[in-house]
T-cell receptor, first 113, second 115 residues
Framework: AQSVTQPDIHITVSEGASLELRCNYSYGATPYLFWYVQSPGQGLQLLLK??????LVQGIKGFEAEFKRSQSSFNLRKPSVHWSDAAEYFC???????????FGTGTQLKVEL | GAGVSQTPSNKVTEKGKYVELRCDPISGHTALYWYRQSLGQGPEFLIY????????DSGLPNDRFFAVRPEGSVSTLKIQRTERGDSAVYLCASSSGPTRGDEQFFGPGTRLTVL
C-alpha cells in the first residue's frame, strides 16, 4: 500500500534562511507527487506537483521540489523563507484510478524574525 | 470565481446523534472528494465521486458513514450514531476531472466535535 513519510514534525528557520522539508513515499508504480500548504483557517493550497519529466519542479510562492526515484524522495525547498511562509506543509502521493491522495502527517514550519 | 465551500464551519454534537456535513464544489467540477483530518495528522481519504456516483468509497471507516451527491454538484456526508472518535475536521475537495493530474481544490473544512 502507498504511504508518505514526513520525518520532521516541526521545523524552525530564521527569515531569509533557506528551507528544505523532507518527504519520502512508498508506492509501487510511478508516483504522482504533490506538496500542499495549510495555513490556519485556510484550506489546503497546492504548491506544486510532479508527474513525469524534469525531476525539478517549480511551484508557487518561490517553492521548488526535486523528485529522486532512487531515494523515493520528493523534498520541498525554498532559497529564502519569508515570515508569511509559516504554516503546515503536507506531502501527498496520488493513487488509484482517480486522484485519490495519500498524505503525510505534515511538517509545521515556524519562521523566526 | 467562488471556491469550495463547506457548511457548517463548526458542528458540535452529542455521542449517538446524526450529523450532516455539506460541500459545495467549484461550479463545473465533476469530481468531488471527502477527506478527514484528525488532530496532528494529514488528511485521510474517505470517498470520491465522479458525477453522481461514488467511484471509490474505500476510505469510509464503517457503515455509519455515508455520502451522496444526487445531482452531481453539492455533496452531503452523513454520519450516524456519532462517536467521540469521529471528532475531526472534514475536508471536501473538487477537481475538474478525475484524472491523476487534475488539481484538487480544498474547502476550509467542517470541524466536527462529538461530546
Amino acid at each position: 500500500a502507498q504511504s508518505v513519510t514526513q520525518p520532521d514534525i516541526h521545523i524552525t528557520v530564521s527569515e531569509g534562511a533557506s528551507l528544505e522539508l523532507r518527504c519520502n513515499y512508498s508506492y509501487g508504480a510511478t508516483p504522482y507527487l504533490f506538496w500542499y500548504v495549510q495555513s490556519p483557517g485556510q484550506g489546503l493550497q497546492l504548491l506544486l506537483k510532479y508527474f513525469s519529466g524534469d525531476t525539478l519542479v517549480q511551484g508557487i510562492k518561490g517553492f521548488e521540489a526535486e523528485f529522486k526515484r532512487s531515494q523515493s524522495s520528493f523534498n520541498l525547498r525554498k532559497p529564502s523563507v519569508h515570515w508569511s511562509d509559516a504554516a503546515e506543509y503536507f506531502c501527498a502521493v496520488g493513487t488509484g484510478g482517480g486522484n485519490k491522495l495519500t498524505f503525510g502527517t505534515g511538517t509545521q514550519l515556524k519562521v523566526e524574525l | 470565481g467562488a471556491g469550495v465551500s463547506q457548511t457548517p464551519s463548526n458542528k458540535v454534537t452529542e455521542k449517538g446523534k446524526y450529523v450532516e456535513l455539506r460541500c459545495d464544489p467549484i461550479s463545473g467540477h465533476t469530481a468531488l472528494y471527502w477527506y478527514r483530518q484528525s488532530l496532528g495528522q494529514g488528511p485521510e481519504f474517505l470517498i470520491y465521486f465522479q458525477g453522481t456516483g461514488a467511484a471509490d468509497d474505500s476510505g469510509l471507516p464503517n457503515d455509519r458513514f455515508f455520502a451522496v451527491r444526487p445531482e452531481g454538484s453539492v455533496s452531503t456526508l452523513k454520519i450516524q450514531r456519532t462517536e467521540r472518535g469521529d471528532s475531526a475536521v472534514y475536508l471536501c475537495a473538487s477537481s475538474s476531472g478525475p484524472t491523476r493530474g487534475d488539481e484538487q481544490f480544498f474547502g476550509p473544512g467542517t470541524r466536527l466535535t462529538v461530546l
